[in-house]
């Protein structure tokens, strides 16, 4: 056998297991010290309880002859595909069912849609980016270019005439930066991508944090977007899934190239290699989009974002600049004294038992920031903010 040799251009480790390896150390030397994980952007606050209600029926008629499910649909459920078709109609972005699949999340969706790409197709991130989108793209060999987020364009890359691609990742709000890209800068890109018959891969994950309705939370909302874009969506940090699983994925039935409709060839991806969700998970999914289940997520959401204010009083007070925290659970900042990240990394934890994410993680342009989330308790968080003020 030949292993896949473009496995020999990945880093070693996945950038959160890196740092998870460098956290479990720190606590084996000392383990006194309470540390504050501010890292990965995972989840604190428990499920809704219209969704525990559900699981929980859910999980009961699973052991019942006359309501057991075995295998069924591995694109979803309609009673979820009908509860997120509402959820984008609440946003003035009308989806078909045949249009949403159900997956397990944004990340697994996000990897696997690249088999239905050809591996001659150029591919343009921004930089600094989530891993995922370069890493399952040099496991397949493709072509990467980037495009430069940094300070002067507030971390918001517009489309270059001269650049060529054919597969654009944008992720709004941004994961690692925060940034969120207004109907106008959307527009540009959409424009590009029916120009160069490009598909735009949209990183919807963080859409809920969004609190200013003068922003987009689709890329559907754009004019052009259903002839040229993916978008891909969790429950993850939306409704507190990360150990649940459950994502979708909106596949439009205009997407077309060289006359095959790139919905008909997910659904054979899907259908080949993907079981679906487990009934039991739909049901807790479909929870969340019920009113009550919607209230319940808005009220965690709220914590979450009044921690994110949290960090960013601490950074304005410290005189730092950011971005990030309002519209989005994480701040991405500038290292202190500009430090490179990686060594900030260091001496947050070694000085403050304070552990985020290096800038340089995401990629060259990331490696004098520094990323935090807002999704720890409002105790943890606070004493972060505090450690945050302490540096000198
Ligand atoms: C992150 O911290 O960037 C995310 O939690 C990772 C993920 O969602 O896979």
Not at 133 to 140: A, G, I, S, W
Request: charge should be neutral; proline fraction near 4%; charged fraction near 25%.
């Amino acid at each position: 056998m030949k292993i896949n040799e473009n496995y020999r251009n990945l880093n070693e480790n996945y950038l959160f297991a890196t740092i998870a390896k460098k956290v479990k150390e720190y606590k084996a030397a000392h383990p006194e010290k309470e540390i504050i994980r501010l890292g990965i952007g995972d989840v604190t606050l428990p499920l809704a309880k219209s969704v525990v209600a559900a699981l929980k029926k859910a999980s009961g008629e699973m052991g019942e002859k006359e309501t057991f499910r075995g295998y069924d649909d591995e694109q979803g459920y309609p009673f979820l595909k009908e509860a997120i078709r509402g959820y984008y109609g609440a946003k003035g972005v009308s989806a078909d069912v045949s249009e949403i699949f159900i997956g397990d999340g944004a990340k697994s969706d996000l990897s696997n849609i690249l088999d239905i790409f050809g591996t001659d197709n150029a591919v343009l991130v921004p930089n600094p980016v989530y891993p995922v989108y370069v890493d399952t793209n040099v496991m397949d060999g493709r072509k990467i270019s980037y495009m430069n987020a940094s300070k002067e364009n507030g971390f918001l890359p517009l489309p270059d005439k001269n650049v060529k691609a054919d597969i654009i990742y944008l992720c709004s709000p941004n994961n690692p930066t925060g940034a969120v890209y207004g109907r106008e800068g959307l527009k540009l890109w959409v424009d590009y991508a029916l120009k160069n018959k490009a598909v735009i891969l949209f990183d919807a994950a963080y859409e809920c944090f969004i609190s200013d309705k003068n922003l987009p939370a689709s890329i559907f909302e754009i004019e052009g977007a259903r002839e040229c874009a993916i978008e891909f969506c969790s429950l993850s940090k939306t409704a507190g899934f990360t150990g649940v699983r459950c994502g979708y994925t909106v596949v439009p039935n205009e997407l077309i190239s060289n006359g095959i409709k790139l919905n008909a060839l997910w659904r054979r991806r899907q259908a080949t290699k993907f079981n679906g969700v487990s009934y039991i998970v739909q049901r807790g999914a479909e929870a969340v989009f019920s009113k009550e289940g919607l209230a319940e997520i808005r009220e965690n959401i709220k914590y979450y974002m009044n921690n994110a204010g949290l960090i960013g009083a601490a950074l304005n007070k410290k005189g730092v600049y950011y971005t990030g925290g309002i519209n989005s659970p994480y701040i991405w900042f500038e290292c202190f004294d500009k430090m490179e990240s990686w060594a900030f990394f260091d001496y947050l934890l070694e000085n403050f038992a304070l552990v985020g994410t290096p800038g340089a993680g995401f990629g060259e342009a990331g490696k004098n920031f520094f990323r935090l989330t807002a999704f720890n308790s409002l105790e943890n968080t606070k004493l972060a903010a505090d450690r945050l003020l302490n540096i000198k």
